[in-house]
Structure formats: C-alpha cells, structure tokens
C-alpha cells in the first residue's frame, strides 16, 4: 500500500542553518505529494506540494523537487529563522483521496 | 473567507463515555475528512464525508462513526472512550472534486480520555 518515510527528529539548527528533511514514498503511480506544517497548538498547514514528477513545490523560501527516480521529495531551505521552529509533516494523496502522513519531524531553530 | 472551525477545542472525558465533536469547513467546500493525530501513531485518516455521505473510510474500529449535514458541517462521534482515543482529531475541508488535491485544516478539537 501507500506510505511515507521522513526523517526522524528532531532536528535541531541554529539560525540562518541550511535544512534538509528527507522523504520518500511508496506508491502505485505518481500520486501528488505535500509538505505540511504544524506550528505549537494549531493546526496543519500545507507548505507546498507538487502534483507531478519533476515539478518543484516552493513557498516561504522552503522548496521540494518531485523524484520519482528516487521516489523522494525532501524538503529543503536555505536559511531558515526562529519561526521556522514546528513539526513538518511529508504526505501523498492515496488512492481514494484521502492524505496520507509521514510521522512528523520536529524542528527546533536556536537564536 | 472564514477557514475551517472545530468545537470544542479541549474535551475532558472518562472511559465509557461518549463524545461528539464538530467541524464547520469553509464556506462552499462539501468534502469533510477527520484525521486523529496521536505521539505513537501519527496522523492517521478516519473518514471522509462528501454531500452528506461518506465517501471513505480508514482502518478505525465502529466506534468512530460521523455524519455530515446539509450546510456541509460534520460531526464525528467516538462511542464507549478508551484511553488510547486520546489524541488531537483534526478536520479538513475541500471543495470536494476528486480531483482536488489540497484540504484546508482547522485547529482540531483536543480529548483527552481519563
């Protein structure tokens, strides 16, 4: 069946830090695949996707490239900031349109 | 617009008891998912509502049940609590289409079972 592989956390960088979070997937076919991210008692918010392979999902300076030669689409900034600080979570659309998660990898981001 | 509202936000309860929470989605989305998010399981799909009927269904046992009225809102019920119900259920809404890809989350409703 479908599933989601990250990173286990946590992740712990100091400010201006480069982040990389792995996943990858298993899937028949080449579902869409999602970032999602949870900020301290709130909810999930979708970061960015990308609906085919090859397409690149960016948004708030983080960025995800679709590969389905690896069958990867891990999430990536360049520097990120204090209020990067949540859990980000990995996902695909399964076969009968409902999401399916990653375990969820806590960030921590220091002063 | 308003986005997607669950009531109550913390829910104290007892084993045995039953609960019902609620979920608003955004206004002209038809399509309801529930999702329950606990430390050891993660985020785990519980079912999907779409024109007042479910449309999918995860692994959960029947005493997880839903419904989905007119004006779009869901309810989901969780019969005779047990502990391991505590968790964070969240909702998320969409405009329904099979081939709409992104949901929109609320805060979720937080039960704790004592």
């Known amino acids: 069946g479908n599933s989601v592989t990250q990173m286990e956390g946590p992740v712990t960088l100091s400010e201006e830090a480069f982040l990389t979070i792995n996943c990858t997937y298993t899937?028949?076919?080449?579902?869409?695949l999602f970032w999602y991210v949870q900020y301290p008692g709130e909810g999930l918010q979708l970061l960015l996707k990308?609906?085919?392979?090859?397409d690149k999902g960016s948004n708030k300076g983080f960025e995800a490239t679709y590969r389905k030669e690896t069958t990867s689409f891990h999430l990536e900034k360049g520097s990120v900031q204090v209020s990067d600080s949540a859990v980000y979570f990995c996902a695909l659309i399964g076969s009968q349109g409902n999401l399916i998660f990653g375990k969820g990898t806590k960030l921590s981001v220091k002063p | 617009k308003a986005g997607v509202t669950q009531t109550p936000r913390y829910l104290i309860k007892t084993r045995g008891q039953q609960v019902t929470l609620s979920c608003s989605p955004i206004s002209g989305h038809r399509s309801v998912s529930w999702y329950q998010q606990t430390p050891g399981q993660g985020l785990q799909f519980l079912f999907e509502y779409f024109s007042e009927t479910q449309r999918n269904k995860g692994n959960f046992p029947g005493r997880f049940s839903g419904r989905q009225f007119s004006n779009s809102r869901s309810e989901m019920n969780v019969s005779t609590l047990e502990l391991g119900d505590s968790a964070l259920y969240l909702c998320?809404?969409?405009?329904?289409?099979?081939?709409?890809?992104?949901?929109?989350f609320g805060p979720g409703t937080r039960l704790t079972v004592l």
């Open positions: 899937a028949t076919g080449y579902p869409s």
């Open positions: 998320a809404s969409s405009p329904g289409d099979r081939g709409q890809v992104k949901q929109y």
């Open positions: 990308a609906t085919k392979a090859d």
